[in-house]
């Protein structure tokens, strides 16, 4: 769902091919078997199709972790430097 512009929620279809646009073959980042992404961001905000397609579909790897660990700063420098 979105808000849009109005600030009322709304359904948005997404369809298979606008996730393969966002991450295969793009030009403005390198995605490939090296990638490695923390997801970060909630399930329910967009920013989580690309953080979750983007490595999987072009070979790389997704970390996922508790929210409790993404929140604490000491945590988070943990995960980044164990996973790179």
């Known amino acids: 769902y979105t808000s ?8 948005v279809m ?3 091919r606008n996730v ?3 991450v295969k073959q793009t030009n403005y ?3 490939d078997e090296e990638t490695r992404i923390l ?5 329910v905000f967009d920013a ?5 397609w983007g490595p999987l579909l072009n070979g790389g790897q997704l ?4 929210n409790k660990q993404i ?3 000491v945590n988070l420098k943990e995960l980044i430097e164990r996973y790179h």
């Open 4 to 11: 849009g512009t109005t600030g009322e929620p709304k359904g």
């Open 14 to 16: 997404v369809e298979h």
């Open 20 to 22: 393969i646009r966002l």
């Open 29 to 31: 980042v390198t995605l």
């Open 39 to 43: 997801q970060t961001g909630n399930m």
């Open 48 to 52: 989580s199709t690309f953080e979750i």
């Open 63 to 66: 970390y996922l972790t508790k």
């Open 71 to 73: 929140l604490d700063v």
